[in-house]
């Protein structure tokens, strides 16, 4: 009778969901509305089912072709058998319909893919075996456990879940209520983080370290904000006035951030969080594809970046000092005007012709006279008379003109406003043309980024400048400031914006070069899979969304960086000394000529020439025809006075 009654009622409930799903899947407690179900997966957005039966026979599986036509796939198995494997990213809900207080019940539960599963449902069941059963699973503050009961005219469901699955304590919610008249009707909020903010003071083991200005100060062992300060301490605090968690902070053994010491291990906050010897780290993290293979990142806080920092070089020798007021490329192009002018203006008076002055314009006056006008606004005499090397002549004098003057402006300015030379102008340019070593703080994502840098530089400068002296480098960023400005011919690669924070910065005693290395961002680090990151990113990102980030920065802001002001003040040597290192290779140069020239007397044999020189040439010329004018001037007289003595 019993079995014949079950036969009719699974015909039932198949014919009622191929006419008109109401119900379907008879149990041994009656039936299950099938509008219910679809319901609780659409709120859930589930895509597929998994149906678990104490017992599974030939009635049972011939349901899975009929909840295929609705649009629903789904798996059938007994409580004795593993769950499938199901898609992490497509939501699955299973249904038990069976006692929870069953060791194979309590198996499923725990299988490695009970975690992917987005929705467990199953029958309430009163008594004290149920609520023993409830204690034993292992639930976590992120479980998805709901139950349902029938109360007649509706059906009441609950969540179930535990702050951490160490904790007997179970946490039963009521969600809501659903009848088939207006459907589910929800009692809390709909939002599951929202509902399950309270963590009742659970405890959370934590690591972190110093860096200004997220993390200014904190003491070993420390539980509350009185020894915890900084940007993201404030965050960490706004946090727990929320979730009501608990904390007491460590510091890892060898105080590394974390990096890879073989496959698999770490060291510092990474390898503590790897390890299970912390939960969370309240730390600005680097993210990084490297640290995400051992363990979790919360959402971004904020962007960061690397730069290069080396010693206020403000007395150092400028070499470029005269040469700075105009780019290179201005340079260049004078270059070429005093390369290529002189050529111009010699064609123009002696190969052309109908030049008086063709004498005074050979190639090497040429030469002399553009270059004159080009660099020092020199002139030249005599100036040609034929039209078209005069337009040449004064195209030359008038640019050259221009140039000066703007060169002269520059200089004066340039000079006033004391600008400091620094070293170098990128990492590429360190390399390539100093010996300067770099520093990186032991035991950061900097050390990998630049060990396994994705270009010939990073690894060049990992290999030359970094791996010979990492064993002697300080941990610490103050102590890092302090070898850079003991020894100058080091350059410390850190965080920019965590620089403006100390007072070797403000004070102007180190520099920083503007250009930005390993843009990224940073946020705290924790567990891998751990149950708690979905509960910190949800307040976290309302956080930011409300401003609460911007507003905890805002009261950390920097003190500005007062360098000395120098303008107006004596120039020192270093700022000039290029202008007597000319004179010195003047002189070196006319020197060296000159003993060239004594050398030469010496052993080169003498030539006969009965040419005399132009110059030479030129005023015999001259004084020839001043003579004759004279001459004839006295002669004129002479012939004027007999006149009148006659």
């Excluded at 929705?119 to 479980?143: K, M, R, T, Y």
């Excluded at 200089?411 to 600008?419: D, E, H, T």
């Excluded at 400005?485 to 100390?502: H, M, R, T, W």
Aim: aromatic fraction near 12%.
């Amino acid at each position: 009778m019993n079995s014949s009654w079950a036969w009719w009622k699974h015909i039932l409930g198949v014919t009622m969901l191929l006419a008109n799903p109401t119900t379907i899947l008879g149990t041994q407690d009656g039936l299950v509305d099938w509008n219910f179900i679809r319901e609780m997966s659409s709120i859930h957005q589930v895509k597929q089912w998994i149906l678990i039966f104490e017992r599974l026979d030939s009635q049972k599986m011939s349901l899975i072709p009929l909840i295929k036509k609705i649009g629903i796939p789904c798996s059938i198995i007994s409580v004795q058998q593993t769950l499938p494997v199901v898609n992490p990213n497509r939501a699955t809900m299973a249904l038990y319909f069976g006692n929870i207080s069953s060791e194979a019940f309590q198996a499923r539960f725990s299988d490695p893919c009970s975690p992917f599963l987005t929705l467990w449902l199953v029958q309430h069941q009163s008594g004290p075996q149920f609520e023993s059963a409830l204690e034993s699973l292992p639930l976590q503050i992120n479980s998805m456990l709901l139950t349902y009961q029938d109360l007649g005219h509706q059906l009441q469901v609950e969540e179930v879940y535990k702050i951490h699955h160490t904790h007997k304590l179970v946490q039963r919610l009521i969600l809501g209520h659903w009848n088939p008249t207006i459907g589910f009707t929800w009692h809390v909020s709909p939002n599951i983080w929202s509902r399950r903010s309270d963590l009742q003071g659970f405890f959370l083991r934590t690591s972190t370290l110093e860096n200004r200005p997220v993390i200014t100060y904190f003491e070993t062992g420390c539980s509350n904000s009185s020894c915890f300060k900084g940007v993201l301490a404030d965050l960490w605090h706004e946090l727990q006035a929320i979730m009501n968690f608990t904390y007491k902070l460590t510091t890892p053994e060898d105080g590394e951030w974390g990096v890879e010491l073989s496959e698999g291990v770490w060291s510092g906050i990474i390898g503590q969080l790897a390890n299970d010897e912390v939960d969370i780290s309240p730390v600005d993290m680097l993210v990084s594809s490297a640290r995400n293979k051992v363990i979790d990142f919360l959402p971004s806080l904020g962007p960061i970046s690397l730069r290069l920092i080396v010693a206020n070089p403000a007395e150092s020798m400028n070499w470029t000092a005269y040469l700075a007021p105009l780019t290179w490329t201005v340079w260049i192009g004078i270059g070429l005007c005093i390369l290529l002018f002189p050529w111009v203006v010699t064609f123009g008076a002696k190969v052309l012709g109908n030049e008086p002055t063709q004498d005074s314009y050979d190639l090497q006056d040429s030469f002399k006279f553009v270059a004159g006008a080009m660099l020092i606004m020199r002139g030249w005499n005599p100036t040609p008379e034929a039209l078209r090397n005069q337009i040449i002549f004064y195209s030359v004098l008038l640019g050259g003109t221009m140039i000066y003057w703007h060169w002269e402006a520059m200089i004066i300015s340039y000079l006033a406003v004391r600008n400091v030379a620094l070293p170098f102008e990128s990492l590429e340019d360190l390399v390539e043309n100093t010996d300067y070593k770099v520093v990186v703080q032991p035991g950061t994502a900097y050390v990998d980024q630049l060990r396994f840098g994705n270009t010939e530089v990073l690894r060049q400068t990992w290999v030359e400048r970094v791996e010979p002296y990492i064993d002697s480098y300080p941990s610490t960023k103050v102590e890092m400031l302090d070898l850079v400005l003991k020894d100058p011919s080091y350059a410390l690669l850190d965080e920019y914006y965590s620089l403006l924070f100390y007072e070797r910065h403000s004070k102007c005693e180190v520099l920083t070069i503007p250009k930005d290395y390993f843009r990224g961002d940073y946020a705290f680090p924790i567990q891998d899979n751990s149950p708690f990151k979905d509960l910190f990113k949800y307040h976290i990102e309302i956080l930011k969304e409300r401003g609460a980030l911007n507003q905890i920065s805002d009261r950390y802001a920097p003190e500005a960086q007062v360098c000395p002001d120098l303008s107006g003040k004596s120039l020192g040597f270093g700022q000039c000394f290029t202008a007597f290192v000319a004179l010195l290779a003047g002189l070196a140069v006319a020197s060296l000529a000159l003993i060239l020239e004594i050398l030469h007397q010496q052993w080169a044999p003498p030539k006969s020439s009965n040419r005399l020189d132009n110059d030479m040439l030129n005023k015999l010329y001259e004084h020839e025809f001043q003579l004759k004018y004279h001459q004839s001037r006295v002669l004129e007289i002479r012939q004027r006075l007999k006149q009148s003595e006659t």
